[in-house]
């Protein structure tokens, strides 16, 4: 016989005989496997799919925990590193987000690990001579589930409503993103109506505002809260776009090129300027609030249950034009005695109105229009605390 074959042959009787000294034949690898399932909305289902995570585990402390009937220590590291991982998942709350042209919903369900019960659903496999065995674990299931998404009809997109807020100085960002924020991930239950002002709460240092200009008195003054009207816009147009009847609703006192399309708008100042929207559908609406910084632009979406609506909201046509108003000036500490620094531009007087049309089975079921009625506007100018001008 030729002798490489016959060293290749005495090595694997060699491995083979070993391994039975060692306690039977070669085994297969072992593992401990997770087993949990995944709930997700998708194209106005909800669907559920099972998933698993696996570890192996040393052959050594398996071979070990066969051989002394009980678990070995050998396997205690490796325990412990799977304990890490499985307890670093955390509940994450359902949230939409755009695949392709669907939305999809899904959620994160947390783990906590159960080391006794996994020790005895391992220890039991090790010694029934079993591949594997399963990881014991308690779920923790997110307060806003996907679950709950479905069980309140909360199964598609509904509409949304975008807005630009290119230019805004830094004051004026920072408290769009705080309103936004206020306003993401909440729910609209059905016939109840939503108050924009109520949602939002108390506007100053203490819930995250900062000062910035506001349109009061016929120029601009610093209050906290300046730049609120980009969010109520915002979510204005996404509720409109909805075909959701508005209940109260504003238009600023003249107009605003942050808020364009004319007049296609909403102002709040409470307690005296609100916006207003009743949920008419027969589930729940939730509202998610999205931006990017980089393009300066805000975005809310709004999710609920498949109405059937049809909404188209008509160009703005304006009308009625006026010649802007003289000047306006006001303190601003930055300019110098004698100069001044342009705040807002001038806008001429002028009246915007826009029809929605809202079809069901392409039959008209509603029609309303949006009409807005601006005052001429003159241009503001800061100027030093002591210029005469503000006399």
């Given at each position: 016989m030729n002798p490489i074959l016959l060293s290749a042959l005495a090595v694997g009787l060699m491995t083979t005989a070993h391994a039975q000294s060692s306690g039977g034949a070669v085994s297969e690898p072992f593992k401990l496997i997770l087993v949990d399932q995944q709930h997700k909305i998708h194209a106005g289902e909800q669907t559920t799919h099972t998933f698993a995570k696996s570890w192996l585990l040393p052959a050594e402390g398996i071979a070990r925990s066969r051989e002394y009937n009980k678990l070995s220590t050998t396997l205690t590291p490796t325990l412990d590193r799977i304990e890490r991982e499985v307890n670093a998942r955390q509940p994450l709350p359902a949230v939409f987000r755009k695949v392709g042209e669907q939305w999809t919903a899904t959620d994160q369900i947390g783990w906590v690990f159960d080391r006794d019960g996994t020790r005895a659903n391992l220890q039991k496999a090790i010694l029934e001579g079993e591949p594997s065995a399963r990881v014991a674990f308690q779920r923790v299931v997110p307060e806003r589930s996907v679950e709950l998404l479905a069980q309140r009809g909360v199964l598609w997109h509904v509409a949304s409503g975008q807005s630009s807020y290119a230019g805004s100085p830094d004051f004026r960002e920072k408290n769009i993103l705080v309103g936004a924020a206020k306003l993401d991930n909440f729910f609209i239950a059905p016939d109840h109506e939503f108050d924009f002002n109520q949602e939002i709460g108390r506007i100053d240092a203490s819930t995250g505002f900062v000062p910035g200009f506001i349109i009061a008195g016929g120029t601009l003054e610093k209050e906290d809260g300046g730049g609120i009207c980009q969010v109520s816009t915002t979510i204005f147009r996404a509720m409109y776009n909805a075909g959701l009847p508005i209940t109260d609703r504003s238009e600023h006192s003249h107009r605003v090129k942050y808020y364009d399309p004319v007049g296609f708008e909403a102002t709040v100042y409470a307690p005296y300027k609100n916006l207003k929207v009743r949920?008419?559908?027969?589930?729940?609406?939730?509202?998610?609030?999205?931006?990017?910084?980089?393009?300066?632009?805000?975005?809310?979406?709004?999710?609920?249950?498949?109405?059937?609506?049809?909404?188209?909201?008509?160009?703005?046509?304006?009308?009625?034009?006026?010649?802007?108003?003289?000047?306006?000036?006001?303190?601003?500490?930055?300019?110098?005695?004698?100069?001044?620094?342009?705040?807002?531009?001038?806008?001429?007087?002028?009246?915007?109105?826009?029809?929605?049309?809202?079809?069901?089975?392409?039959?008209?079921?509603?029609?309303?229009?949006?009409?807005?009625?601006?005052?001429?506007?003159?241009?503001?100018?800061?100027?030093?605390?002591?210029?005469?001008r503000l006399n």
């Amino acid at each position: 016989m030729n002798p490489i074959l016959l060293s290749a042959l005495a090595v694997g009787l060699m491995t083979t005989a070993h391994a039975q000294s060692s306690g039977g034949a070669v085994s297969e690898p072992f593992k401990l496997i997770l087993v949990d399932q995944q709930h997700k909305i998708h194209a106005g289902e909800q669907t559920t799919h099972t998933f698993a995570k696996s570890w192996l585990l040393p052959a050594e402390g398996i071979a070990r925990s066969r051989e002394y009937n009980k678990l070995s220590t050998t396997l205690t590291p490796t325990l412990d590193r799977i304990e890490r991982e499985v307890n670093a998942r955390q509940p994450l709350p359902a949230v939409f987000r755009k695949v392709g042209e669907q939305w999809t919903a899904t959620d994160q369900i947390g783990w906590v690990f159960d080391r006794d019960g996994t020790r005895a659903n391992l220890q039991k496999a090790i010694l029934e001579g079993e591949p594997s065995a399963r990881v014991a674990f308690q779920r923790v299931v997110p307060e806003r589930s996907v679950e709950l998404l479905a069980q309140r009809g909360v199964l598609w997109h509904v509409a949304s409503g975008q807005s630009s807020y290119a230019g805004s100085p830094d004051f004026r960002e920072k408290n769009i993103l705080v309103g936004a924020a206020k306003l993401d991930n909440f729910f609209i239950a059905p016939d109840h109506e939503f108050d924009f002002n109520q949602e939002i709460g108390r506007i100053d240092a203490s819930t995250g505002f900062v000062p910035g200009f506001i349109i009061a008195g016929g120029t601009l003054e610093k209050e906290d809260g300046g730049g609120i009207c980009q969010v109520s816009t915002t979510i204005f147009r996404a509720m409109y776009n909805a075909g959701l009847p508005i209940t109260d609703r504003s238009e600023h006192s003249h107009r605003v090129k942050y808020y364009d399309p004319v007049g296609f708008e909403a102002t709040v100042y409470a307690p005296y300027k609100n916006l207003k929207v009743r949920n008419d559908t027969p589930a729940h609406l939730f509202v998610q609030a999205s931006w990017n910084r980089a393009e300066q632009t805000l975005r809310f979406d709004v999710f609920g249950a498949n109405t059937g609506r049809e909404v188209t909201v008509s160009d703005p046509v304006v009308s009625d034009f006026r010649p802007p108003a003289a000047p306006s000036y006001t303190p601003d500490a930055r300019v110098a005695p004698g100069d001044r620094r342009l705040l807002d531009t001038p806008m001429q007087g002028m009246t915007s109105v826009i029809t929605r049309t809202v079809r069901v089975k392409g039959q008209v079921v509603s029609r309303d229009v949006l009409k807005s009625v601006y005052q001429p506007w003159g241009a503001v100018y800061g100027v030093n605390p002591a210029d005469p001008r503000l006399n």
